[in-house]
């Protein structure tokens, strides 16, 4: 029988997200038989960055400074703006490296069983964006469930005017798998974003 203070070490790293019960023991396990040290540094560091971290107030993103590092970069295409649904997503569309726009987080997705309506998230405050930055594209990268494909409607309903061009993420085939493990709404909607080859 674990120890108390392990066992409530254990119920607190099951409310991380990816941490199972399993994996939960075996990180409490090794953090009380690690150095002093080591786990006041990582506690420190996990305290640092709670308390620096924010949300940019331009864009949505997490940032140490307001505005980010993404919105004060001269070199990115200031016209093009990726529509998210979280902070995190960013780093997701960022990892490639290809896409040199700059991004808004809409802070959730329309789910009336949720509660969530448009005013709950931040739609008007990309609506002030379009009124004041030289916009011309703004591509939807949300989710391909009901909630998303019903909040990217919406979106591209309320959004649209004169000038700006309202786009979706491609949805399709991950790359390196075969047709027998794709679902058929996956390849119904690889099918319909076909492109025409060169």
């Given at each position: 029988?674990?120890?108390?203070?392990?066992?409530?070490?254990i119920a607190a790293l099951r409310q991380l997200p990816g941490i199972g019960p399993r994996s939960a023991e075996r990180v409490a396990l090794h953090l009380v038989q690690t150095?002093?040290?080591?786990?006041?540094?990582?506690?420190?560091?996990?305290?640092?960055?709670r308390e620096r971290i924010r949300f940019c107030d331009v864009c949505g993103a997490l940032t140490e400074k307001s505005p980010c590092a993404i919105c004060e970069d001269s070199r990115r295409e200031a016209a093009l703006v990726c529509v998210v649904e979280r902070?995190?997503?960013?780093?997701?569309?960022?990892?490639?490296?290809?896409f040199r726009g700059k991004f808004h987080v809409l802070g959730g997705k329309?789910?009336?069983?949720?509660?969530?309506?448009?005013?709950?998230?931040r739609i008007a405050e990309l609506e002030k964006r379009l009124a004041h930055e030289p916009i011309s594209e703004i591509v939807l990268a949300l989710g391909t469930d009901v909630e998303g494909d019903a909040t990217s409607s919406y979106l591209a309903k309320r959004?649209?005017?004169?000038?700006?061009?309202?786009?979706?993420?491609a949805h399709g085939l991950?790359?390196?798998?075969?047709?027998?493990?794709?679902?058929?709404?996956?390849?119904s909607r690889a099918l319909e974003g076909r492109t025409q080859m060169p």
């Open positions: 029988m674990l120890p108390s203070s392990i066992t409530t070490l150095e002093t040290g080591a786990v006041k540094q990582l506690a420190e560091a996990i305290l640092q960055a902070a995190v997503d960013i780093l997701s569309i960022e990892k490639p490296a290809t329309i789910s009336p069983l949720d509660g969530v309506a448009p005013e709950d998230l959004l649209a005017r004169p000038g700006l061009k309202i786009s979706r993420i991950p790359a390196g798998t075969g047709l027998e493990f794709a679902d058929e709404l996956t390849l």
